[in-house]
């Protein structure tokens, strides 16, 4: 079974897996589609607040970060690793935890990349938004490092749960539940409960979808 939506303009069926007896899940992967992560980006950076850097958790939104940053002409944007490696020096640390992986993760974001976000505005971007976990640790990274917020971005969101209130949305990729229409963004604190750690979050930055 497939799951037709559209998103910047082009059409895909997404393939649909289960992850309990009662949801599915559609699978929106961008790795390998450059016609998609091409005019996402383009979206996406139409909506985009100011910012200094941008930020993307590995691995899925590194296509659309770069793709983002190479219309944008910038000459660099931050990676939050899911392992620690030996160059990355003294790294900043948080979990998350994963619609789509079992058990708890980690990122790490390298001592360099940290020092030049301190001061700075940082725009989070990544290719879907399913519980909202890997936004709340990007963010937690951010704040560790010294950096400011200014806005979050995505392509899709898979699930209405992860939409703060105020947020402009795209097709849902939840099958189960039906689609929002967009709305205008909004300076006010933003709150989201994710389903799978129940953990609540605010941010005044803003949410983007392409």
């Known amino acids: 079974m497939h799951y037709p939506i559209a998103v910047a303009g082009l059409k895909r069926d997404l393939p649909l897996f289960p992850i309990s007896d009662e949801l599915q ?22 909506k985009a607040p100011e910012y200094d850097y941008m930020l993307t958790a590995e691995a899925k939104g590194i296509p659309l ?3 983002m ?11 939050a690793r899911k392992k620690m490696k030996l160059y990355m020096g003294e790294a900043l640390e948080v979990d998350v935890q994963s619609i789509t992986t079992a058990g708890m993760q980690k990122l790490f974001l ?3 990349d940290a020092a030049l976000m301190q001061g700075r505005r940082i725009l989070i971007v990544d290719d879907v938004i399913s519980t909202g976990g890997s936004l709340k640790a990007m963010e937690a990274l951010v704040e560790k490092a010294g950096g400011t ?19 402009l949305t795209s097709p849902s990729l939840n099958p189960s539940r ?4 967009r709305a205008k963004p909004s300076e006010e604190t933003d709150t989201c409960r994710s389903p799978a750690s129940s953990a609540r979050w605010t941010s005044k930055s803003r949410f983007f979808a392409a």
């Open 25 to 46: 899940i559609a699978a929106f992967i961008m790795l390998g589609d450059q016609e998609l992560t091409v005019a996402c980006a383009s979206a996406l950076l139409e």
């Open 65 to 67: 970060i770069h793709e």
């Open 69 to 79: 940053a190479r219309q944008a002409g910038a000459a660099r944007y931050f990676v």
């Open 110 to 112: 390298t001592e360099e």
């Open 149 to 167: 917020v200014t806005g979050r971005m995505a392509a899709p969101r898979s699930s209405p749960r992860a939409r703060p209130p105020s947020a």
């Open 178 to 181: 039906s689609s929002t229409r």
